[in-house]
């Protein structure tokens, strides 16, 4: 039976999470969980997510799933997880093969698990992506098309298995090229945010708005599993826990190679671990976000307590950037054994040689704050930025298309970077701060840099840097 409207709430609100529009999906079960216990430089709690080793199996096949029929094998998905919901917990398998679909959409003690030669291909119409669901865009809440695959208010779900994920990207490659219409669009609605318009009347997916959705996004759930699973392409950013509390991702490789095309967005999200993974991105490969100005100001979640260990990055434009959405803020990063392997030179298919290392970006309408953040054994090839890169002055095309309506600056403390190897960058660190708000402790150890292009430290308005055990030309 699902559990009373007083119980979710009792539940959500133990959590830190909103209560606004959560479904009546989250059942009271007994489904076992793993406690991962993770290492770091800060107070790292415990992270719980679900063991579906003891859940019964529901095979999509036995609901109606054709590998010719997109309809039928969405509606086999769908009645497939609601089967698992409803039995308590289990694992709705998508056995070998390439089954075509439109949207997924996840309920609490649900495992989607893709067996190994299993391709779950999305559709590219918009139309399998309505009615709207509440989600972002960029930092700022919305109605807007599902993401492809989608829980809300959930908790104990999981997406795993040797399988793919690979959606048809043809007219999500359209939409990405902004034309006036979709930046107009933009502008309406960060003006929306602006006016503490309810979310759910910003609804984006009319017109010629043209706001993709993300591959896969968790909003406001609790315990969280993605493992093993390979990604192939994405229509904007590709994973994406937001105001999440309890996630793990493992074992996963993603190649993504479009606009926008991070690999693993946390935002607003608290107890994340990000291991054993492979980044082939377009943009940045870990971003980790806290909201954009006064949307995030409003909800006050900051993102805490993550982890990425033991990753490999062949494209990106970072290997670890904080912001630059972070108007709620951010704290207790660690970034631990990553290292970039690729060629510095990008390749072919929209991939971008990596910028820097760690890249922390606000600008100064942000507000929020930065603190606590790690970074320690890591190595790269050749790189276009640097080991550390501050910048407080990005606003990309948002100098042009809004005034600065509220000015907020971004404190910035204790950036500590340790045992890092790179053949070539142009620089070791850049810190550029504003004279009313400088970065404050900022400790390079062991940092090896053969060759600089550049001026190898350059610092604006920085209090207490210390850089004095690296070695670099």
Not at 251 to 258: K, T
Not at 445 to 470: C, M, S, Y
Request: aromatic content about 6%; hydrophobic content about 40%.
């Amino acid at each position: 039976m699902t559990i009373s409207v007083d119980r979710r709430s009792l539940l959500l609100t133990a959590c830190g999470l909103p209560l606004v529009n959560v479904r009546a999906n989250v059942r009271a079960a007994s489904l076992p969980m793993q406690r991962v216990t993770v290492p770091a430089p800060f107070d790292m709690p415990t992270i719980a997510v679900p063991d579906f080793r003891a859940s019964r199996t529901f095979l999509i096949t036995d609901f109606g799933a054709s590998q010719g029929d997109r309809a039928a094998t969405n509606a086999a998905i769908r009645r497939a997880i609601d089967a698992a919901n409803a039995a308590g917990s289990g694992i709705v398998v998508v056995p070998a093969g390439i089954w075509p679909t439109g949207k997924i959409h996840l309920k609490s003690n649900v495992n989607l698990h893709l067996d190994k030669g299993a391709t779950l291909r999305f559709s590219d119409q918009p139309s399998d992506y309505l009615p709207t669901v509440q989600t972002s865009w960029e930092g700022i809440e919305c109605f807007n098309y599902s993401p492809l695959i989608y829980a809300f208010g959930c908790e104990n779900i999981a997406i795993t298995g040797k399988g793919r994920l690979e959606p048809v990207l043809d007219r999500w490659l359209i939409w990405s090229a902004r034309p006036k219409p979709h930046m107009d669009a933009l502008v309406a609605l960060y003006n929306m945010a602006y006016r503490n318009v309810p979310v759910r009347e910003r609804q984006m997916a009319v017109g010629a708005n043209n706001l993709r959705p993300h591959l896969i996004q968790f909003n406001r759930c609790r315990n969280v599993l993605v493992e093993d699973i390979l990604i192939d392409g994405s229509p904007f950013w590709t994973l994406h826990p937001l105001m999440c509390r309890d996630v793990v991702i493992r074992r996963v490789s993603i190649r993504a190679h479009g606009h926008n095309n991070d690999g693993v967005d946390p935002e607003m999200s608290e107890n994340i671990l990000i291991e054993d993974c492979q980044f082939d991105q377009g943009d940045d490969a870990i971003s980790v976000k806290s909201g954009r100005d006064m949307d995030a100001w409003r909800l006050a979640k900051p993102c805490r307590n993550v982890v990425v260990r033991n990753c490999r990055i062949v494209n990106g434009h970072q290997l670890m950037a904080i912001g630059s959405e972070l108007s709620a803020g951010i704290e207790n990063v660690l970034v631990d054994d990553c290292h970039f392997i690729g060629s510095g030179k990008g390749a072919d298919d929209h991939a971008v040689p990596i910028n820097n290392l760690l890249f922390v970006k606000t600008n100064e309408r942000r507000g929020g704050f930065v603190k606590n953040i790690h970074m320690t054994n890591v190595s790269a090839t050749t790189i276009a930025g640097g080991v550390l890169a501050v910048e407080t002055d990005v606003l990309y095309q948002w100098k042009s298309l809004l005034p600065t309506y509220v000015r907020r600056l971004t404190p910035i403390e204790g950036l500590y970077v340790s045992d890092v190897a790179v053949n070539q960058a142009k620089f070791v660190s850049s810190i550029k701060a504003e004279r009313e708000m400088p970065v404050r402790n900022v400790r390079l150890d062991r940092i090896k840099v053969k060759r600089t292009t550049g001026a190898p430290v350059v610092t604006e308005n920085v209090i207490n840097l210390n850089h004095a055990t690296n070695a670099y030309q």
